[in-house]
Structure formats: structure tokens, C-alpha cells
């Protein structure tokens, strides 16, 4: 794989807290245009590398690179503007605003982070038609004039997926985006998520192998804080260290 086709990539990803080695030597390439997903057990370290990748938190150790370039020090709402975006950091809904609504504050943040509440009904109705435009993206157009607060589940992720977009991510970062779901949603948001990762590349953090197997094009298995395995999902669910990793833990 070229430098090219690495959109996120990860060399000797440390991280210690009083001790405790809670990530060890991991690396990772995240191909550009693919659903690649980061799973484990329970204790995996998947989430201690997804607050690494996003920078929530610093490395003790190794370097990480979005497009080329070193953000191993930089802060989350600076890689943001480069166009990596975890999901929760825009995901909050607002209950009392309708669907169309949340997506519009999402697209005001973008074009230059003043909310702009206090702006004539006139001014706040150029966002409608692009706020439209991601409503439809994430199947909620019979929604659009809904309290979101009122909103099933799923459908409010379905719209965290759309305030997300909102802010034109080249890659969006998904930290177990169907947690907690019936399989019904889960089957949904699936969907969703093969269908905006048309022009974008996914990084998915995900606890359950079997919700990612018909998803993602790379999945990398985290154990103990390091890589055990990686490849497609037939490859990794056969590894008998996968297997091993799994048992005693289950996989929901």
C-alpha cells in the first residue's frame, strides 16, 4: 500500500498511565476509501487507540499521520478542521429543535462556529436546502420535521451520522455506532453506514465481530493493547487467537 492510500496511519502507538500499559507498540494503516474497524474484548485497549487516533489523548510513545501529515501533537479540534471527525464530537442532539434543525446549527458551526441564534428566520433558511440534503442521506426526509427528542434509537444516530456530515468529514471516526441497539437498528445503521462511506473513509470502533463482518473491508483485533490480528472478516474470525481472545467474553 502507497502513502497515497493511507489516509490515518499509526507507528509504535504507546500510551502508559502509571504503569499500566494500556496500549503497546500499535500500528496501523486505515486505507483511503475504506470501512476499517477496531475490535476486541472487553479491556482491548479499543477505546485508549481510538482517544490516541482522535487525540483525546497523547501518546507516550510513536507518532500518528492523517494525509501525510504528523498530528501526533496536535489537539482534536484542530485535526477536525483538516477533516477528521469523531462522531461525538458534534453527535449531541438537541431534543427540543426538529431533525432539519440540528442538522442546521451543524452546518452553521462549520461555516464559522458562531451559532447565530440571534440572526433573522431568513439568514438561518440558506442552510435548509444543504440541512435537507443530510437529512436525505441518512433516510430521515419523513422525519425532518420531528422533535428530535422523540426520535427511536436508531433514528437519532441516524441523525448524529448527519450533524456529523455536516461538517464534511474526509474521515469520520465512529466509536460504537450500534451500541446498545435492537438488531433491527442495527441492520439499519449498517446500511447507513455502507451508504455515506461511498466518498469517505470509516474508522469503526466496535465490541461485537459479527456486526462488522458484512461492513468492513479491514478489521484489526485488538487484545492486551496490541494488534493480534488483522486482515478481512474471514481471516480474523479463524485466527485461533482471535478465537481464544473471544472466549469466556462472548461477542455482544
Known amino acids: 500500500m502507497s502513502d497515497t492510500d493511507v489516509i490515518l496511519s499509526a507507528k509504535g502507538m504507546t500510551k502508559q498511565f502509571a504503569g499500566f500499559m494500556a496500549v503497546k507498540d500499535v500500528n496501523l494503516d486505515v486505507k483511503r476509501g475504506s470501512i476499517h474497524a477496531m475490535i476486541g474484548p472487553n479491556g482491548a485497549g479499543k477505546t485508549t487507540c481510538f482517544n490516541l487516533l482522535t487525540k483525546f489523548l497523547q501518546p507516550t510513545a510513536g507518532s500518528i499521520s492523517f494525509n501525510g501529515k504528523d498530528i501526533t501533537t496536535m489537539a482534536a479540534s484542530d485535526i477536525a478542521r483538516l477533516g477528521m471527525v469523531r462522531s461525538f464530537q458534534i453527535s449531541a442532539v438537541f431534543p427540543k429543535l426538529t431533525v432539519l434543525e440540528n442538522v442546521r446549527v451543524a452546518l452553521q458551526r462549520r461555516r464559522g462556529g458562531n451559532f447565530d441564534f440571534w440572526r433573522s428566520q431568513r439568514v438561518l433558511n440558506q442552510f435548509d436546502e444543504e440541512a435537507m440534503r443530510r437529512v436525505e442521506e441518512v433516510g430521515l426526509t419523513d422525519f425532518a420535521g420531528e422533535l428530535a427528542g422523540e426520535l427511536s434509537y436508531g433514528r437519532k444516530r441516524a441523525l448524529e451520522f448527519a450533524t456529523t456530515l455536516a461538517l464534511e468529514p474526509e474521515l469520520l471516526l465512529l466509536d460504537e455506532p450500534m451500541a446498545g441497539m435492537a438488531q433491527e437498528d442495527i441492520e439499519r445503521i449498517s446500511a447507513l453506514i455502507k451508504r455515506i462511506s461511498a466518498n469517505r473513509t470509516i474508522l469503526m470502533v466496535e465490541h461485537n465481530l459479527s456486526v462488522v463482518a458484512d461492513l468492513s473491508d479491514k478489521i484489526t483485533v485488538l487484545a492486551r493493547g496490541q494488534v ?18 473471544y472466549i469466556g467474553v462472548g461477542h455482544g
Open 228 to 245: 493480534l490480528a488483522e486482515g478481512d472478516y474471514e481471516t480474523v474470525s479463524n485466527d485461533p487467537r482471535v478465537i481464544e481472545a
